[in-house]
């Protein structure tokens, strides 16, 4: 069954500090990619995406991600953490097959804590 | 553009009651899907409606049903409620084709039984 697994539940990192959120897929081609940020009460916002083409996608808010083919990852950076960047991060993934792309699986989610 | 919209915004309801939640996608998208989120089992997809079509759908009860009506607003309806139905209700549009598959979201309906 496709899975997308999120092996940290809650990191915390110092204002000013780098960041690296894990992503793991489990699925049978490669996948549509995304990484959406959830602040408190409200809904998702889409940070970057990846379809094809180069491995190193660029996002809003100074995010990047890497697809590492394999070691089927999606990891999500940033080089420089700001105290506004708490919040929930979610990696999700969708099928490419045609008529299946509305259905995301999202993993668990990681809870980012920013140290002032 | 304007974005995902979801009303209403906050709903309490009793058991055994039924509820129909609301949602307009960004102008010009075709595909609406919903999720279930609560903090035991997360993101949850509940359906996809593509062109007033029911596309896919995923592991819930029938109690959870959906439409999609022409001008591409979406609701879902939960017949029947029960305590386990509270959550955050997600939505969100694409626009699909010509490479565009990524999914925008509303802020949701939060749902409480009571």
């Known amino acids: 069954a496709q899975s997308v697994t999120q092996p940290d539940i809650h990191i915390t990192v110092s204002e000013g500090a780098s960041l690296e959120l894990r992503c793991n897929y489990s699925y049978g081609a490669t996948p549509y990619l995304f990484w959406y940020v959830q602040s408190p009460g409200q809904g998702l916002q889409l940070l970057l995406k990846?379809?094809?083409?180069?491995?190193l996608v660029q996002g809003i808010k100074g995010f990047e991600a890497e697809f590492k083919r394999s070691q089927s990852s999606f990891n999500l950076r940033k080089p420089s953490v700001h105290w506004s960047d708490a919040a929930e991060y979610f990696c999700a993934v969708v099928s490419p097959l045609s008529g299946n792309t509305g259905k995301l699986i999202f993993g668990q989610g990681t809870t980012l804590q920013v140290k002032p | 553009k304007a974005g995902v919209t979801q009303t209403p915004r906050y709903l309490i309801k009793t058991r055994g009651q039924q509820v129909t939640l609301s949602c307009s996608p960004i102008?010009?998208?075709?595909?609406v899907s919903w999720y279930q989120q609560t903090p035991g089992q997360g993101l949850q997809f509940l359906f996809e409606?593509?062109?007033?079509?029911?596309?896919n759908k995923g592991n819930f009860p029938g109690r959870f049903s959906g439409r999609q009506f022409s001008n591409s607003r979406s609701e879902m309806n939960v017949s029947t409620l029960e305590l386990g139905d509270s959550a955050l209700y997600l939505c969100a549009s694409s626009l699909v084709g010509q490479g565009n598959y990524e999914q925008y979201f509303g802020p949701g309906t939060r749902l409480t039984v009571t």
């Open positions: 409606y593509f062109s007033e079509t029911q596309r």
């Open positions: 102008s010009g998208h075709r595909s």
């Open positions: 990846y379809f094809s083409g180069d491995t």
